[in-house]
T-cell receptor, first 114, second 113 residues
Framework: DAKTTQPTSMDCAEGRAANLPCNHSTISGNEYVYWYRQIHSQGPQYIIHGLKNNETNEMASLIITEDRKSSTLILPHATLRDTAVYYCIVRVAEGSSNTGKLIFGQGTTLQVKP | KAGVTQTPRYLIKTRGQQVTLSCSPISGHRSVSWYQQTPGQGLQFLFEYFSETQRNKGNFPGRFSGRQFSNSRSEMNVSTLELGDSALYLC????????????FGPGTRLLVL
């Protein structure tokens, strides 16, 4: 089972910031939080990941709470092309037998509206 | 650098047949993982290969198998196809597997009639 909980769906106005929450209360100290998105029937696209510090790249920002039990993906200026299913994944710890495995939940369907 | 490529992109088979799907990882990547996506079950891990060895396996029947070649290209095979095998099959590559970021291909959509 997925170790994360996300809202099923969210709406966002075009040009506004989209803030996608994720709860991962059972995360272990050496597990990363990964975000992927999947635009209709395409392969998932890697967005960003982090361990404990906030991260930013050209696509998004990732804010992880100090206790690491939740995080928020921020798309600063959402466009219609950002409409997709967003998956928050806690990566199985390195060194375990399952390191090559991503466990996907149901994700959040983000609808960006004009 | 070219991304992960998968062939074919679309495939129609009938029950009882077998199918082979191919995945070429990003150049230099040595780990390939396979996933199945269906509307009912979502994205599920099938198996991972690294250096021609299966390193990890998901909870799928033995009809699902795979292999990896010395150039890191991977194939997966499904024998005795069932209607429920209709799905989007995705492969993802990473440099060394383990805790590294996986990059996905566009997928192969399989329809079993």
């Amino acid at each position: 089972d997925a170790k994360t909980t996300q809202p099923t769906s969210m709406d966002c106005a075009e040009g506004r910031a989209a803030n996608l929450p994720c709860n991962h209360s059972t995360i272990s100290g050496n597990e990363y939080v990964y975000w992927y998105r999947q635009i209709h029937s395409q392969g998932p696209q890697y967005i960003i990941h982090g361990l404990k510090n906030n991260e930013t790249n050209e696509m998004a920002s990732l804010i992880i709470t100090e206790d690491r039990k939740s995080s928020t993906l921020i798309l600063p200026h959402a466009t219609l092309r950002d409409t997709a299913v967003y998956y928050c994944i806690v990566r199985v710890a390195e060194g375990s037998s399952n390191t090559g495995k991503l466990i996907f939940g149901q994700g959040t369907t983000l609808q960006v509206k004009p | 650098k070219a991304g992960v490529t998968q062939t074919p992109r679309y495939l129609i088979k009938t029950r009882g047949q077998q199918v082979t799907l191919s995945c070429s990882p990003i150049s230099g990547h040595r780990s390939v993982s396979w996933y199945q996506q269906t509307p009912g079950q979502g994205l599920q891990f099938l198996f991972e290969y690294f250096s021609e060895t299966q390193r990890n396996k998901g909870n799928f029947p033995g009809r699902f198998s795979g292999r990896q070649f010395s150039n890191s290209r991977s194939e997966m095979n499904v024998s005795t196809l069932e209607l429920g095998d209709s799905a989007l099959y995705l492969c993802a590559s990473s440099l060394l597997g383990g805790g590294e970021t996986q990059y996905f291909g566009p997928g192969t959509r399989l329809l079993v009639l």
